[in-house]
Every structure is written in C-alpha cells, then in structure tokens.
C-alpha cells in the first residue's frame, strides 16, 4: 500500500490484477466500508484505518469486477425530463425457493432438480435509441472532443425500465417453452435463475434448448458467470438443493 506526502491517498500495487482486486476492498473494509452485491456501502462515518497485525491472504467475493462507463444524466438534467409510467416486479429469493420446491415434489423415478445461473451481457447497452434521443447521450471525452451512444446507457432515468421489458419478455417466452412443472425461470433484471425438474439428459436438452433461444433473441451472454447444478449463487445467496424434499439451504448471503 503506497500513500502520498499528505496521507490523503493511497494505492494498492505491485501485484497480480487478482491479488489487487481481492486486496482493494479488504482494506477499505478496516474502515468500515462493505461490499454489496451491486455496490459498496460506505458508512455516514468512517472509522479511522485500523490494519491487521499480520498479512493476510484471501480471494474476492466477485471475482469478475468491471468498469462501467456511466453517464451522469441526473446532473445534466435529461432524468429530469424521462418520465417513468411503469415499473418492473423483481423475483425475490422466495421465489426461487418455492419453485424448488414446487418441483423436487413432484420429481419421479430416476428425476432429480438442478439450477442454472447466467448473466445477460452488457443488458441496456445491447438496446438502440431513436435517432432524435442520440443527442441526450452526448458526453466529452477527457483530452478533447465528444462522443455519442447509440444504445442504453448506464445512467439514463429510463434504462432500468426499458431493460426491465426486455429482460420480462426473455423470461416470459423461455418460460413459454417448458411445462411449469418441469421448469421455471425467475429473472432479476439482466440475471436469470432458472430450476429445472427431469432427468439428467431431459434437464441438460432443455437448458440447452432455452439458450439457443436467448442466442437466437440476439442478446450476449456472460459464459464464465453461467453456473449449473445443484447449488447457485444469485443475487447475493448461494443455495444448495438438499435431500429433503420440501427444504432448500440458503449457504450464505453476501
């Protein structure tokens, strides 16, 4: 940890990007500052910086952390003029647990239940805009000059919605193609979870059969985030399906 002369900044450095990125917020942690699933939390007010008498080793909770490029449309004023007439209603972890449930109970001979877990890629940012809205999404480019997107972007007062419709309608029609008493899917913004009831060569066709049909639908997925089997992290819990058959374990939650 390198700081300046004045002590009001301070680095992690010389090390691998993972062992950087796991050591970063482990030392904002000695101020009291946590990290969420979607954030970092920091308290109204922080403690003084307080280091551990030894080194200590560990791993990030997230081990694929990115850098959004976010336009601050609330301080330009464009929010202000987005005017929001609906709103999305998210999936909650009950939701999830009552599916498993649902379908372990019906399960039959050689049937069993398992997850599958992935991440729409990029989400707003793979929608377009109208020609005459481009203007709003205007920023400068540090150095000189001007940029302009051309889809969603991180920021506008009306992304989350709009991305909200389009991530609805990929969980409504995947769900289309499956018996509800053979699959589910619960999707948290650009983060579906899906439960799946068959045996393994039925469970494994229709997961595949609902990915061509998002890959056909156009959007990206993140391959290394996809998870599948009988324990899945989502929106900050981990299950794991046990033996009984009306119980499902919540690990932990981040």
Avoid at 119 to 134: C, H, I, N, Q, Y
Wanted: with cysteine.
């Amino acid at each position: 940890v390198r700081t300046d002369p004045a002590g009001r900044h301070c680095a992690v450095v010389g090390a691998s990007p993972r062992a950087v990125q796991w050591a970063t917020p482990a030392l904002i942690a000695h101020w009291g500052v946590h990290h969420l699933f979607s954030a970092d939390a920091w308290p109204d007010e922080p403690g003084p910086l307080r280091l551990p008498d030894r080194p200590t080793r560990g791993k990030p909770v997230l081990e694929s952390r990115s850098v959004r490029l976010i336009i601050d449309m609330l301080r330009s004023g464009v929010n202000s003029h987005v005017k929001l007439s609906q709103r999305v209603v998210l999936p909650r972890l009950m939701d999830v647990i009552g599916s498993t449930i649902d379908l372990r109970q019906g399960c039959g001979g050689q049937e069993a239940v398992d997850y599958m877990c992935l991440d729409f890629k990029d989400a707003s940012r793979t929608l377009g805009v109208k020609d005459e809205e481009r203007p709003s999404q205007a920023f400068k480019i540090p150095g000189g000059g001007y940029g302009v997107y051309n889809t969603g972007v991180f920021g506008g007062g009306g992304s989350p919605l709009v991305w909200g419709r389009a991530g609805a309608f990929l969980g409504r029609s995947g769900q289309a193609l499956f018996d509800e008493s053979r699959a589910r899917i619960c999707t948290y913004v650009d983060y579906p979870m899906t439960v799946w009831r068959g045996a393994e060569p039925e469970r494994r066709r229709n997961k595949a059969v609902l990915l061509c049909w998002w890959l056909a639908l156009g959007p990206e997925m993140s391959w290394p985030k996809v998870q599948h089997g009988a324990g899945a992290k989502w929106i900050g819990a981990e299950f794991l399906i046990g033996r009984e058959l009306d119980r499902v374990q919540v690990l932990s939650l981040i």
